[in-house]
Antibody, heavy 117, light 110 residues
Framework: QVQLVESGGGVVQPGGSLKVSCAASGFTFSTYGMNWVRQAPGKGLEWVAFIWSGGRNTYYADSVKGRFTISRDNSKNTLYLQMNSLRDEDTAVYYC??????????WGQGTLVTVSS | QSALTQPRSVSGSPGQSVTISCTGT?????????VSWYQHRPGKAPKLTISDVSKRPSGVPDRFSGSKSGNTASLTISGLQAEDEADYYCCSYAGSYTWVFGGGTKLTAL
């Protein structure tokens, strides 16, 4: 069965950096687009970034463009999100999600990122 | 990339039907037949419930159905059950490999 396990969350100061990971199993990782979606405390879901199966093409929400970088290592079945210049409003649970055609087919349990001084 | 509009909460008695609306614009909901819905229980991973406006993934009960008219999509749960209590989010493809979610609707089974 499909499994997505996020890791790497934690507490980081404003302006700092953090890289979260998502280990995938149960499907042929290299043939699917992947996404990051986040949920700030008490708020709704927000799509963050998408990467094509081969990793060459990436797309971002305006709120993170220029600060976050999505990447993947298909040899390790792992998705990454490098987050730089972090702000208070980036505090959220970050979920990785397997792409369907134009939807999010499976989700992980999420990893909490807290931006605080 | 403005969020889609959903009611903050809806409720119904077991056995009743409830409908959650999701209003976007002609650039997202109205432009594509790529509206999806997700069930999210606290502390759990969100679960795909409806894809492509009205397609039900394997394992999702047939009491869940989706539709769209113009810039508004809807999720209907017929024969509400206590286990359906959760937050529900709509999402629409918005072009150029970007997506926009609704603010979420808390469904309460009375």
């Amino acid at each position: 069965q499909v499994q997505l396990v996020e890791s790497g969350g934690g507490v980081v100061q404003p302006g700092g950096s953090l890289k979260v990971s998502c280990a995938a199993s149960g499907f042929t990782f290299s043939t699917y687009g992947m996404n990051w979606v986040r949920q700030a405390p008490g708020k709704g879901l927000e799509w963050v970034a998408f990467i094509w199966s081969g990793g060459r093409n990436t797309y971002y929400a305006d709120s993170v463009k220029g600060r976050f970088t999505i990447s993947r290592d298909n040899s390790k079945n792992t998705l990454y999100l490098q987050m730089n210049s972090l702000r208070d409003e980036d505090t959220a649970v970050y979920y990785c999600a397997k792409g369907g055609s134009y939807y999010f087919e499976y989700w992980g349990q999420g990893t909490l990122v807290t931006v605080s001084s | 990339q403005s969020a889609l509009t959903q009611p903050r909460s809806v409720s119904g008695s077991p056995g009743q039907s409830v409908t959650i609306s999701c209003t976007g614009t002609s650039s997202d909901v109205g432009a594509y037949n790529y509206v999806s819905w997700y069930q999210h229980r606290p502390g759990k991973a969100p679960k795909l419930t409806i894809s492509d406006v009205s397609k039900r993934p394997s394992g999702v009960p047939d009491r869940f159905s989706g539709s769209k008219s113009g810039n508004t999509a809807s999720l209907t749960i017929s024969g509400l059950q206590a286990e359906d209590e959760a937050d529900y989010y709509c999402c629409s493809y918005a072009g150029s490999y970007t997506w926009v979610f609704g603010g979420g609707t808390k469904l309460t089974a009375l």
